[in-house]
Structures are given as structure tokens and as C-alpha cells.
């Protein structure tokens, strides 16, 4: 059967609906935040954050969105100065804000939700600001920033696309964590702070919400200087779950033996890109 006039222009409208709820309030506005370090209250406490929008920011484009949270006694700035854990750099072209927000003494406790209360003022202010694409939310960190993104995982699978957590644990609380959202988990097979058993209790828990067929990936042997990459399969359709294990203690940044580049970054951000 050839498509008719009147299919064209229900497909055209469906799409069109489909665009305008993706995008944020703040498409096709001037921005009401700037780079740089702003405040917000949050439950009576002041709190600080670092946007990174792109220097040539266009508010007709709805954005990736982009939260990094930095480790235990790290900061927003130690995240900026990373470049979001090597993120920014391999953005390119592709419309991203990023977003470093500081944890109260340098942590992510997450006493009563007050951090993922942060996380949530955080999005509102963004997107009513900036032109965010509301599908396509990423939350990233290292350590207790890995625990509060596996948090952001467990409680706002609804707002966020994708989280990736490096060598973190469940050490800011975990609100849910029975909704599916992809997953991508990474950890030293010889962490000394956050042991990999910890890391394995994340992705197990879901590749198990996620539908993910059971499986044991294999892991790098100690002193091979080698990282292993595992995608799950029998995953929920757009809900993935990637493990890599690598040879190593508790750092964010990894790299293979012989090589000074990380191989994390990479990963992360063709993970996300795939949304």
C-alpha cells in the first residue's frame, strides 16, 4: 500500500509532538545562567555547581545533558579540571551542557535525599535555562561519585537516560532501584578502597532489573595491564548493561599497560551515544 498525503502529515505531527516533549523549557530562550559557578538554596543549605555549556551554545538545538560528581574530598573544580572525566573533549560538535555540582564536605552523603534533591533543583534550573534534550540525561562519577550516581540510578530511572559508575558502591543510598536504566559500571580488579565485589553488586543488580540474561564476564588476570569490556545480552530493548573490569587499584581514569591514554572515556561516551 502507498503512503497517502494524510499518513505523511500523522507521522510528521507524531514526530513533531515527540520533539517538543523532549526539549526543555528553555529552548529558544537566552539563558538565564551562565558558565561558570552558580548557587542554589536546597533545604535551607547553599549549594554550588559549575555549568559548562558550549562556547558556541545555540538555544534553537536541544543538548545532552551531562552531570559529573566529583569523589570524596574531590570538587566541582577537580571534575571541571578532568574535563568530566575526559567527556568534554570527545563531545566535539555534539551539543552537551555539562554540569559539576559540589557535594556538601566534599561528599555525597545524601543525608534525607538532600543530594538527589540537589540533583533534581538541578535539572529544573537547567532546562528552564538552557535547550536540554529531556531524553537524553547522563549522570557519571568516580568513587563516592560513582555512589551517587548509582543513587541517581536507583531513584530517577524516570529523568536519566544512562549513568555510568566508576568503581562505586552503595554508599549514597539507593531509593528504589527497580526501574530500568541503562547501565554502564566499571572497577579495578585490585581496588583497595571500594572493593570490585562492591562494583559487581551494582551491575548484578541490573542486569537483573534490566532483563539481562545471567552471565559471569570474565575479568582481567593481576599484572596483565589489560581491561575487558562486557555487554550484556537479553537486555530490556535501550536498557543495556556494560561491565569492564580492569587491571587495577581505585583510580577514574585507567589506562592499559604501555599505553598514557585511558580507555574510559571512550567507552563512556560511545555508551551514551548510542541513546
Not at 191 to 219: F, K
Not at 232 to 255: I, K, R
Amino acid at each position: 500500500m502507498r503512503p497517502t498525503l494524510t499518513s505523511f502529515c500523522v507521522a510528521a505531527a507524531e514526530l513533531a509532538i515527540h520533539a517538543a516533549a523532549a526539549s526543555s523549557s528553555g529552548c529558544g530562550t537566552n539563558p538565564s545562567l551562565s558558565n561558570g559557578l552558580n548557587y542554589m538554596d536546597v533545604n535551607g543549605q547553599s549549594r554550588e555547581y559549575i555549568i559548562q555549556a558550549p562556547d558556541n551554545y545555540d538555544a534553537s538545538t536541544p543538548h545532552k545533558l551531562v552531570i559529573g560528581y566529583h569523589w570524596r574530598d574531590g570538587t566541582m573544580n577537580n571534575v571541571v579540571e578532568n574535563g568530566f572525566y575526559g567527556l568534554s573533549s570527545l563531545a566535539g560538535d555534539v551539543p552537551t551542557v555539562f554540569i559539576a555540582p559540589q557535594g556538601l564536605s566534599n561528599g555525597w552523603a545524601n543525608t534525607n535525599g538532600d543530594d538527589i534533591t540537589f540533583t533534581d533543583q538541578l535539572v529544573e534550573a537547567i532546562e528552564s535555562s538552557f535547550c536540554i534534550d529531556q531524553d537524553r540525561r547522563f549522570a557519571t562519577g568516580w568513587s563516592w561519585g560513582g555512589g551517587m550516581s548509582y543513587s541517581v540510578a536507583c531513584s530517577r530511572a524516570d529523568v536519566f537516560r544512562a549513568v555510568a559508575v566508576l568503581s562505586g558502591a552503595e554508599i549514597s543510598g539507593c531509593d528504589g532501584g527497580s526501574v530500568p536504566i541503562a547501565y554502564f559500571g566499571q572497577h579495578g580488579i585490585s581496588d583497595s578502597v571500594l572493593s570490585v565485589e562492591l562494583g559487581r553488586t551494582l551491575r548484578d543488580h541490573y542486569a537483573q532489573v534490566n532483563g539481562c540474561d545471567a552471565a559471569t564476564p570474565p575479568e582481567p588476570g593481576v599484572g596483565s595491564g589489560t581491561h575487558v569490556v562486557t555487554d550484556y545480552t537479553g537486555c530490556a530493548e535501550g536498557y543495556p548493561v556494560q561491565w569492564v573490569a580492569f587491571d587495577g587499584d581505585h583510580e577514574p581514569l585507567p589506562s592499559d599497560g604501555g599505553s598514557s591514554d585511558s580507555f574510559t572515556p571512550g567507552l563512556i561516551w560511545e555508551f551514551f551515544s548510542q541513546f
